[in-house]
């Protein structure tokens, strides 16, 4: 039961320090076989096999009833969302760093705040929460004040990709807690944005010439981590810790994930950090920490538990 849910114990606390590190370093893993495999390809193979993975086991539960839960408009709609996220992603990947791409990926909780203040009245944000999403949207604006005046404009377009990333991921976050698949299990909505995702994502590769590539067994191994740990383990992983702990204490400790994806890109693939960009992005993940450390504060008031989030 949701108020049987714990706060968090060294083992919470460790297992989401682990899963932060693991997100962090998706950007830096595309980026490094970016070079024998196309950012979109990448994706493109690892939805492919977690939808086939995913598909198998939810027919082998549950059969021809997958589908009468009237989940699949919901579905849909979530699968072409992080479609358009993942399509932004690679294409911001081929301009600008993983440094830049994981933090304005990361602004994604902060457009899922801002609409969901709109659709639903518990989820509206108090006038604390919006001085801190005001801040976190300063900084990203200090961030591109930098890349107009020292960057070159196609890593500008690449910044531009990242932040649209963000947006898509937020838009996914409001489609999933205002539709059925609110109440669905984890995996079978894991298995409709990759399942559709697969779909449209597979015919863009080639209409967009991004469908050569060449595998070693670096490639593969660097693929097989992505799908098997980051795609599958890492979600399910995520979930299991919701059935347990508190979602809204969780989800600050997630915002581990892009101090060390922006950490990881310093350090694997040698990223420049400019005084804009360090700038904008302490006021982006101060605004990101604010709106959830308030959230958690609400609910300990209120004594609820909370709400379930969305996990990268």
């Not at 399910?236 to 892009?258: D, E, N």
């Amino acid at each position: 039961m949701l108020d049987e849910r714990k706060s968090l114990d060294v083992f919470s606390v460790s297992t989401m320090m682990v899963l932060c590190l693991l997100w962090g370093g998706q950007q830096v893993l595309i980026k490094l076989a970016a070079p024998r495999l196309d950012p979109l390809m990448q994706l493109t193979i690892r939805y492919a096999i977690s939808a086939l993975i995913l598909g198998g086991y939810l027919w082998y539960r549950q059969g021809a009833a997958l589908f009468g839960d009237k989940t699949a408009g919901a579905g849909v709609l979530v699968g072409i969302l992080v479609a358009l996220e993942s399509i932004f992603i690679a294409e911001g990947l081929r301009y600008s760093s993983a440094s830049h791409i994981t933090l304005f990926l990361y602004t994604g909780p902060l457009f899922a705040s801002f609409g969901l203040h709109f659709l639903r009245e518990e989820e509206r944000l108090s006038a604390s929460q919006w001085c801190f999403v005001v801040l976190a949207f300063l900084g990203i604006v200090i961030t591109f004040i930098g890349r107009g005046e020292g960057g070159q404009g196609n890593t500008l377009l690449g910044d531009g990709l990242g932040l649209l990333s963000g947006a898509a991921w937020g838009a996914t976050t409001i489609a999933v807690r205002t539709s059925a698949l609110a109440n669905a299990r984890p995996e079978k909505t894991l298995f409709y944005q990759v399942s559709i995702a697969t779909l449209l994502i597979f015919p863009v590769t080639f209409i967009m010439g991004h469908s050569t590539f060449e595998m070693d067994r670096a490639v593969v191994a660097n693929l097989t981590f992505q799908t098997l740990v980051l795609v599958l383990g890492t979600f399910l992983g995520w979930y299991w810790l919701l059935t347990r702990y508190l979602a809204s204490r969780l989800s600050v400790l997630q915002l581990l994930t892009p101090v060390a994806g922006v950490a990881l890109s310093v350090v694997v693939l040698n990223d420049v950090m400019d005084r804009w960009f360090v700038g904008g992005a302490v006021l982006v993940l101060i605004g990101i920490l604010g709106v959830s450390v308030l959230e958690v504060l609400t609910l300990r008031r209120a004594g609820g538990a909370s709400r379930p989030v969305s996990g990268r």
